[in-house]
């Protein structure tokens, strides 16, 4: 916590940080070489009953660390987790209507639509969303390198996304900071104001989607499956495939029984 947790990425850190307070009340004051698998399996047991998802993401977080003892020779044993499944988890497929997008977007916050329209533009990740620079606008085109997989990506800049770039520009903006979407301060929107601001349009729209939907919404809507896998950065098709399909299922034509004269 003191020497790799400040190397992540801030949504990171703060995820970590409560999944820790968590772990540290049970397993704290155990002598490292004495958790068992048992106990592991045992703290999923407990904790699944209140939220199966956060057991298993702490769950990993032990693992992590587990393995950062082992590496720098507090314990020789194998990692207790090595064996011990977690819960399953359904993949989210929710899709966004353009009728829950625009109510939500009519409520937000101006730097929230500023936000939402990039995401839904350029089909990517909030992070990257938030740390484009102006740098990143050159030649007609957005340079994007994807935090998660480092998958680098150049957007044509023209139609809406053309018009997104151009609206937020026009903005009053800090000349010394070159981040492209910024509070009316001039500093730049950080994922927590976003995060915020998102959550209050949502209470105030009625709407229930989450902004990470939008990247799948972007991905759907293209309805051209190379388009989409370029503007994701998935590697495999199965997987764009698999993303896309499951928010709106395949379209299929219906039955077609010609009635009696």
């Given at each position: 916590m003191r020497e790799v947790l400040p190397t992540l990425r801030p949504i990171t850190q703060r995820d970590y940080a409560q999944y820790f307070r968590l772990l540290d009340v049970v397993f704290g004051e155990l002598p490292?070489?004495?958790?068992?698998?048992?106990?592991?399996?045992?703290?999923l047991r407990v904790r699944g009953e209140t939220s199966k998802v956060r057991a298993n993401r702490e769950k990993a977080l032990f693992s992590t660390i587990f393995n950062y003892a082992r590496a720098w020779g507090y314990v020789d044993?194998?990692?207790?987790?090595?064996?011990?499944?977690?819960?399953?988890?359904?993949?989210?497929?929710?899709?966004?209507?353009?009728?829950?997008?625009l109510s939500l977007w009519r409520t937000a916050h101006p730097t929230v639509q500023d936000a939402m329209d990039l995401a839904l533009c350029t089909a990517q990740?909030?992070?990257?969303?938030?740390?484009?620079?102006?740098?990143?606008?050159?030649?007609?085109?957005l340079s994007i390198s994807q935090n998660k997989t480092g998958k680098k990506l150049r957007i044509a800049i023209e139609g809406d996304l053309a018009d997104v770039i151009a609206r937020i520009l026009a903005k009053p903006r800090s000349t010394t900071n070159h981040t492209l979407l910024?509070?009316?301060?001039?500093?730049?929107?950080?994922?927590?104001?976003?995060?915020?601001?998102?959550?209050?349009?949502?209470?105030?729209?009625?709407?229930?989607?989450?902004?990470?939907?939008?990247r799948a919404k972007a991905a759907t809507d293209v309805e051209d499956l190379a388009h989409a896998q370029s503007l994701l950065g998935h590697k495999?098709?199965?997987?764009?495939?698999?993303?896309?399909?499951?928010?709106?299922?395949?379209?299929?034509?219906?039955?077609?029984?010609?009635?009696?004269?």
């Open positions: 490292i070489e004495r958790i068992r698998p048992f106990d592991i399996a045992e703290y044993s194998v990692n207790p987790c090595v064996g011990v499944k977690g819960f399953k988890e359904k993949a989210r497929d929710r899709y966004v209507s353009d009728e829950e997008y990740r909030p992070a990257d969303v938030l740390k484009i620079v102006v740098g990143d606008i050159a030649d007609g085109k910024q509070d009316p301060d001039g500093k730049s929107l950080t994922y927590f104001a976003l995060r915020s601001r998102f959550d209050k349009a949502r209470e105030k729209s009625g709407v229930s989607f989450q902004f990470r939907d939008l495999n098709r199965s997987t764009t495939e698999i993303y896309t399909r499951e928010r709106r299922g395949d379209l299929v034509r219906p039955l077609f029984k010609r009635g009696k004269d």
